[in-house]
């Protein structure tokens, strides 16, 4: 949507990356894209929908060599894994509070400092000039110009406790305690009959969470979700905010199943069973 924005605003063009045989990032697409009018590539780290992991590096390399700058959507992968900006080699990262144990309504962008400084301020207001006379302002060093009025201070020392936190996991274990959850969810699911369930295996290499739809049945996604709630058991049903996938994927929604570091295998074991008796009620 920002860029459909952006596009009535300037005129520029959009492009879209289709999905490979495995409905992950098909990169080899990507790269038929590029060309040297290429300015921006934006793209999600880990698919909010789908699970797949990006090919962020051979992205970053591909888009570069033309001369375009990468902003990358990490607001599913910074919870979930170690990331690295340094290694990926992105210009732009966002993250977003609320997916990683911290406040809503808190996020955070970082940027390479080469970039940041040459960017003009997206607001006016307070802390965020040098200098202000009657007739021109001048702007506070970057970060600070892109930081207008009286910042969020209890989200801010929220986010940074939750970062604290994680930190003190570790996040080599969460990545690794999610990648065992979420293969085993992906493996219990495949044990129920007339699913579709989207995005790669976990062979190729996914996060751990699984959209799904009764292709047996027919069931509503909401009314699937509905059924599981009664017995205790929260999903997501909807688009994801995914629109133009689900049309890609031939559906109006989808039923999803999320995992963080606390659910257990237990947890996962008590959905398959109420997966499994909502779908025989719904469709009897």
């Known amino acids: 949507v920002p860029w459909q924005m952006l596009q009535e605003r300037t005129g520029c063009v959009l492009k879209f990356v289709q999905l490979d045989a495995n409905q992950g990032y098909d990169l080899a697409h990507f790269r038929t894209l590029l060309s040297d009018r290429t300015k921006l590539v934006a793209l999600p780290h880990v698919s909010n929908t789908l699970g797949c992991i990006c090919p962020v ?13 990468v902003l990358l959507d990490a607001c599913q992968s910074v919870p979930h894994m170690p990331v690295d900006v340094g290694d990926l080699g992105v ?5 977003s ?21 040459k960017m003009p301020p997206w607001q006016g207001g307070g802390e965020m000039i040098d200098e202000v006379f009657l007739d021109h302002s001048t702007w506070a060093p970057a970060p600070g110009r892109f930081e207008a009025g009286t910042p969020a201070i209890a989200e801010a020392i929220g986010l940074g406790a939750a970062c604290d936190y994680l930190t003190e996991i570790g996040m080599d274990k969460v990545q690794q305690y999610e990648h065992d959850l979420g293969e085993y969810l992906w493996k219990q699911m495949k044990t129920v009959e007339g699913l579709d369930m989207y995005g790669p295996p976990p062979s190729v290499g996914r996060a751990a969470l699984v959209s799904f739809n009764d292709k047996q049945g027919g069931s509503h996604a909401l009314d699937l979700s509905t059924f599981l709630d009664l017995d205790g058991v929260a ?21 999803r199943a999320s995992l963080y570091i606390y659910n257990t295998f237990e947890e996962v074991d008590k959905f398959i069973e109420v997966l499994k008796s909502s779908l025989a009620m719904l469709r009897s």
């Open 235 to 255: 999903v997501r049903s909807g688009h994801h905010c995914t629109q133009p996938l689900h049309r890609e994927l031939g559906v109006g929604s989808s039923a």
């Open 97 to 117: 509070g609320h997916k990683m144990c911290g406040p809503t309504g808190i996020g955070f962008l970082w940027g390479r400092y080469s970039i940041l400084e």
């Open 57 to 69: 590096k051979e992205v970053v390399e591909a888009a570069h060599a033309v001369g375009a700058c």
């Open 91 to 95: 210009d732009w990262l966002v993250a």
